[in-house]
């Protein structure tokens, strides 16, 4: 199943533990893992802990990671620390189910990193039965 956040902002981390938890329940899953698989190559999936003004943190910790470099990416070399940036966060997450509940840590939730919107972005979600 395929299903599309649309972004409102060039930098933006968007909570989406919600949206997981609606699918988990529509399709009645209860007991295995959930496979969530962006398929961009300018924005990433983690989980993080969103207190107020954490993303803003996240977001600012990200951009001083990556240098400033004369970056050689024929198609738009502006777009190469994002296409890092996504390398290094990463397209994919694989969490546990229990009784159609994400075993997530208390304060843990699910984020998509939008690092060159605004865009839709499509994200898999599978799950393997345990």
Request: charged share 20%.
């Amino acid at each position: 199943m395929v299903r599309t956040v649309t972004t409102s902002k060039a930098k933006q981390i968007l909570d989406i533990t919600g949206e997981i938890n609606r699918i988990l329940t529509h399709k009645a899953w209860k007991n295995g893992i959930v496979v969530l698989f962006l398929a961009h190559t300018t924005a990433a999936l983690t989980t993080a802990d969103l207190d107020p003004g954490t993303d803003l943190d996240m977001l600012d910790a990200f951009e001083k990671i990556i240098p400033k470099l004369n970056y050689r990416h024929p198609h738009n070399p502006a777009h190469v620390p994002s296409h890092i940036l996504s390398s290094l966060i990463g397209a994919s997450l694989t969490i546990p189910v229990e009784d159609g509940k994400l075993k997530l840590g208390t304060w843990q939730r699910i984020i998509l990193v939008e690092l060159d919107g605004p865009r839709e972005r499509e994200i898999s979600v599978s799950f393997i039965i345990s």
